[in-house]
T-cell receptor, first 113, second 115 residues
Framework: QKEVEQDPGPLSVPEGAIVSLNCTYS??????FMWYRQYSRKGPELLMY????GNKEDGRFTAQVDKSSKYISLFIRDSQPSDSATYLC?????????????FGSGTRLSIRP | ETGVTQSPTHLIKTRGQQVTLRCSSQ?????VSWYQQALGQGPQFIFQ???????GRGNFPPRFSGLQFPNYSSELNVNALELDDSALYLC??????????????FGPGTRLTVL
């Protein structure tokens, strides 16, 4: 069993729709939860990070962490064609020095104009 | 501010050969991490270098090795290449500053194909 599970998609939604992306994990030691966006032929870029449980909002993006269920989500409101990319969830037991980041396999998202 | 750069962009090698990939970290960053991303998968942590010393390693064999230089740039070396080593190799730089959170900034990657 992988430490982090993520539905690979692909997920295709019309422009303006609300998108929900999810990951589950098995390691209770994870404390930092991140979402990265990766465009084709590019490196991942950090969208949001959350420490422990709770919600965090940044513009059209909302990240949720439920540690009791070992479940994290990313919501994208008013989705745009420019949001089309692969979204990677990522987690770390500590996010300082040698903390390795464990990534999900990524969900490919396509926003139809 | 200059971002993370990697070279070369693409590389084709044959089984058994050796390869060296290079990474220049973002200005002001002292830590470099390397990841392997196979097609359709998320990045997997190979190792991290901090102040020229290996500072953590993932589940990769010893034929994956690295270096960090005084200017904090880094190299990833892979010996005895295998077909499964074909992947996108990502470098990420960050700055250890004692804070709890240190964002890692990724470069565009080097696409390695092993034939």
């Amino acid at each position: 069993q992988k430490e982090v599970e993520q539905d690979p998609g692909p997920l295709s939604v019309p422009e303006g729709a609300i998108v929900s992306l999810n990951c589950t994990y098995s390691n209770s030691a994870f404390q930092y939860f991140m979402w990265y966006r990766q465009y084709s032929r590019k490196g991942p870029e950090l969208l949001m990070y959350t420490y422990s449980s709770g919600n965090k909002e940044d513009g059209r993006f909302t990240a949720q962490v439920d540690k009791s269920s070992k479940y994290i989500s990313l919501f994208i409101r008013d989705s745009q064609p420019s949001d089309s990319a692969t979204y990677l969830c990522a987690m770390s037991a500590r996010y300082s020095s040698a903390s390795k980041i464990i990534f999900g396999s990524g969900t490919r998202l396509s926003i139809r104009p | 501010e200059t971002g993370v750069t990697q070279s070369p962009t693409h590389l084709i090698k044959t089984r058994g050969q050796q390869v060296t990939l290079r990474c220049s970290s973002q200005s002001g960053h002292n830590t470099v991490s390397w990841y392997q991303q196979a097609l359709g998968q998320g990045p997997q942590f190979i190792f991290q270098y901090y102040r020229e010393e290996e500072n953590g390693r993932g589940n990769f064999p010893p034929r994956f090795s690295g270096l960090q230089f005084p200017n904090y740039s880094s190299e990833l070396n892979v010996n005895a290449l295998e077909l499964d080593d074909s992947a996108l190799y990502l470098c990420a730089s960050s700055s250890l500053s004692g804070r709890a959170y240190n964002e890692q900034f990724f470069g565009p990657g080097t696409r390695l194909t092993v034939l």
